[in-house]
């Protein structure tokens, strides 16, 4: 199976500012004959199913804010909100569905306002 | 609009059984992978089974093989999971979610909790 790690485990980003989330998969999720790289983003508020936020890497799905960027390829990717606003206040998960079936998450990072 | 609705969780022993269902709405049932995810406690996702649209094909995480079967029934728009000698550590809310690689809609979830 393809292990998924994120950093940080959690981190505190003023209102306004940057908030940056890395992922790293233990082998490439980049599918060379289609050029495209199989990770998903998501995001869980409390009491809350999780969200998807991106696919493909970084394809925003309709409705999520542009501040939700996300970037990398093959084995490191990263999540960027560009303007921390008190509504993104949550935990974050990057997903690999290059292994299908055996999908497999992140352990998650926790947002929060400084 | 896309509605998937799980139920049948609730208080089992060790050793017991459950099966959940998850009621699906909104769009073309019979044309999606379907799958279940859970989430322990305070802890992160774990994706758990899917399910091919024709039933031709499912697929388990190692810890559930041979005590978990997943289900469909694409005259009734529903996904089930029977769950068979529960452990604690099956301890978790399960969710359904439409799809076999990502995952865009997903129900609330239902808790199921192995104790005794």
């Known amino acids: 199976d393809i292990v998924m790690t994120q950093s940080p485990d959690s981190l505190a980003v003023s209102l306004g500012e940057r908030a940056t989330i890395n992922c790293k998969s233990s082998q490439s999720v980049l599918y060379s004959s289609n050029n495209k790289n199989y990770l998903a983003w998501y995001q869980q508020k409390p009491g809350q199913p999780p969200k998807l936020l991106i696919n493909w890497a970084s394809t925003r799905e309709s409705g999520v804010p542009d501040r939700f960027s996300g970037s990398g390829s093959g084995t490191d990717f990263t999540l960027t909100i560009s303007s921390l606003q008190a509504e993104d206040v949550a935990v974050y998960y990057c997903q690999q569905y290059y292994s299908t079936p055996g999908i497999t998450f992140g352990p998650g990072t926790k947002v929060d306002i400084k | 609009e896309v509605q998937l609705v799980e139920s049948g969780g609730g208080l089992v022993q060790p050793g017991g059984s459950l099966r959940l269902s998850c009621a699906a709405s909104g769009f073309t049932f019979s044309s999606y992978w379907m799958t279940w995810v859970r989430q322990a406690p305070g802890k992160g996702l774990e994706w758990v089974a899917n399910i091919k649209q024709d039933v031709s094909e499912r697929y388990y995480v190692d810890s559930v093989k041979g005590r978990f079967t997943v289900s469909r029934d694409n005259a009734k728009n529903s996904l089930y999971l029977q769950m068979n000698s529960l452990r604690a550590e099956d301890t978790a809310v399960y969710y359904c979610?439409?799809?076999?690689?990502?995952?865009?809609?997903w129900g609330q979830g239902t808790l199921v909790t192995v104790s005794s």
């Open positions: 979610a439409k799809g076999g690689s990502w995952y865009g809609n």
